[in-house]
């Protein structure tokens, strides 16, 4: 929830991460947030590339803006979609420049002549690579709270977000650091095998992550159990956690006081095991009609019900399997290559390190699109779940459904139709367009049908 996507959301803490600050959430894509929910999954994405509509086609879809928003959520649009783009490059660039002007090799050197332990060298090392990245990342970060300050979409003071920028940097530094020494010495232990022991170290790692993420996240936010200040919410979603056959008791059910930060409509699974909870944001819970709440609820209900964090940390920990493997060969072959003129002499040094965080860093950027076509599967799934999950409760799930996802995108902005390529890169949810129009359509219970996770 903390960190925006960039510089450390690459990599090997990265990975790690991503997980943790990835709730599974409702709303959509991500800059200019307060709170992005990148969700890293792995799969092949299927986005049929679709016609563009002309405008007088765009009153009739399901998901529209009126005009005056439009232009801003077009622009808002371009912006969020350069920023992403450009923070992922820059990551990528910024750890290349370390490498090539033998920074990383001097930072080695600099930690060896100020400290004579190896442990805390490393502590100096790792930290310093730390302090970097997080700096190299915030002209990308103020531009991202400039504009959405300027559209409306944030209202957090920019002394209130900085803050949150310093409480990131030390956790950061505190966290990231241990995870890098840890991997740094596996590296050292097992000069051969290392990418197997570093993926057995990221399994636990991950989940741990994942446990502990709802424990940090106040760090942020203010919570406070949803019962407090919206009892009769509460009762209603009762009905919904009765339904589904699932057993969330109202003590996890919490509410997150967004509405100091943003304007931006959201609510998101988070925890695993005695963490895990919902969360809605006390936006949602106040400026949307109750009915649109219960559907919301009833999708995030579906990732809790699906089994969707244990199955993302499954598919992370098989898909990494693998990318470790061929990054730990890629790494060597530029070490073997490139090594001397970086003054970087094997992988298992300081700087050798970080052209192991470099190589993770370009895999993570091209696996993007494999990991957000898993979300969007999830997302989709979760859809149908939520739609289901409201049937006989709200009078009509399509057009509470379809309402929902309005208020949703005009709550961030969200371009009505953006490039399939984008979408296909990008999103880690189907588009908002692309969700209204299958909720709109989607009635299995016409003709006496059933759905497909109910069985009335
Ligand atoms: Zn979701």
Redesign the pocket.
Same mark, same amino acid.
């Given at each position: 929830m903390m960190v925006r996507r960039g510089f450390f959301q690459l990599g090997f803490c990265a990975v790690l991460l991503l997980a943790s600050l990835a709730p599974?959430?409702?709303t959509a894509q991500t800059a200019g947030k307060s709170a992005p929910a990148a969700e890293p999954q792995l799969a092949a994405p299927q986005v049929p590339a679709e016609p563009q509509l002309a405008e007088p086609q765009r009153a009739q879809q399901s998901y529209s803006l009126p005009p005056d928003k439009l232009a801003k959520a077009i622009a808002l649009s371009r912006i969020r979609n350069i920023l992403e783009i450009a923070g992922s490059i820059w990551g990528l660039v910024v750890l290349w420049l370390l490498l090539a002007s033998r920074a990383a090799a001097g930072l080695e050197a600099w930690a060896k002549r100020m400290a004579a332990r190896r442990w805390v060298q490393g502590i100096l090392f790792f930290a310093a690579v730390i302090l970097i990245g997080k700096l190299a990342d915030l002209p990308l970060g103020l531009i991202g709270h400039y504009e959405g300050l300027k559209y409306g979409i944030s209202v957090q003071s920019w002394a209130s977000w900085l803050g949150d920028e310093g409480k990131a940097l030390g956790l950061a530094l505190v966290i990231y650091t241990a995870v890098l020494l840890l991997f740094n010495w596996i590296v050292r232990l097992w000069p051969r095998r290392y990418w197997l022991g570093l993926w057995v170290a990221t399994v636990p790692l991950l989940v741990l992550t994942i446990f502990i993420s709802p424990l940090v996240e106040p760090l942020f936010n203010q919570f406070e159990p949803l019962a407090k200040n919206h009892a009769g919410l509460v009762a209603q979603l009762e009905k919904v956690v009765t339904r589904t056959g699932t057993n969330i008791p109202p003590e996890r059910m919490f509410l997150m006081k967004a509405g100091l930060k943003t304007n931006g409509l959201n609510a998101?699974v988070t925890g695993v095991g005695a963490t895990k909870r919902i969360v809605v944001w006390d936006t949602t819970a106040s400026r949307i009609p109750d009915d649109e709440v219960l559907f919301i609820f009833g $999708? @995030?209900s579906g $990732?809790y019900v699906l089994h969707h964090i244990p199955k993302l940390i499954a598919g992370m920990a098989a898909g990494l399997f693998f990318v470790y493997w061929a990054c730990a060969g890629f790494a060597n072959w530029l070490v073997g290559r490139l090594g001397a003129s970086w003054k970087v002499s094997e992988i298992s040094s300081r700087s050798g390190f970080v052209v192991l965080l470099f190589v993770v860093s370009v895999a993570g950027f091209v696996l993007e699109p494999v990991s957000n076509g898993f979300s969007r599967h999830? @997302?989709h799934q979760?859809d149908v779940y939520g739609q289901e999950a409201v049937h006989g409760i709200v009078a009509d799930p399509q057009k509470t459904a379809v309402a929902a996802f309005n208020d949703l995108g005009e709550a961030w902005l969200e371009d009505p139709n953006p490039s399939p390529l984008i979408e296909f890169w990008l999103f880690n $949810?189907p588009s908002t367009k692309r969700r209204a129009e299958f909720a709109a359509h989607y009635d299995p219970w016409a003709n006496g049908g059933r759905g497909e996770f109910f069985g009335k």
């Open positions: 599974t959430d409702l998101y $999708h @995030e $990732h999830f @997302e979760a $949810h």
